[in-house]
Nanobody, 118 residues
Framework: QVQLVESGGGLVQAGGSLRLSCASS????????MGWYRQAPGKQRELVAA???????NYADSVKGRFSISRDNAKRTVYLQMNSLKLEDTAVYYC????????????WGKGTLVTVSS
């Protein structure tokens, strides 16, 4: 049974930094693609950043140069370092795990709220 548990969300001032963590259990963590998504009120859920088993990364244009995704397979954890935060970064951030193999499963965490204030 795969479980994803996010942590690190909270209130931060614009221009500040925050690091989110997502701990995964119940799978062979190292083979999975991991991602961070976010959803703001009235908007669609969007991909923020993703990292493959091989370490390749992709970022949304809106966060390039400000956010960085990384993973620690020994700790079964993926991180999202968020710098130079803006008001528009306010959203619920969700951890995602996807097995890239044919017929593989996809899982979601319950989310953690990030609120950026002026």
């Amino acid at each position: 049974q795969v479980q994803l548990v996010e942590s690190g969300g909270g209130l931060v001032q614009a221009g500040g930094s925050l690091r989110l963590s997502c701990a995964s259990s119940g799978s062979i963590f190292s083979i999975n693609t991991m991602g961070w998504y976010r959803q703001a009120p009235g908007k669609q859920r969007e991909l923020v950043a993703a990292i493959t088993a091989g370490g390749s990364t992709n970022y949304a244009d809106s966060v390039k140069g400000r956010f960085s995704i990384s993973r620690d397979n020994a700790k079964r954890t993926v991180y999202l370092q968020m710098n130079s935060l803006k008001l528009e970064d306010t959203a619920v951030y969700y951890c995602n795990q996807r097995n890239p193999l044919r017929g593989g499963m996809e899982y979601w965490g319950k989310g953690t709220l990030v609120t950026v204030s002026s």
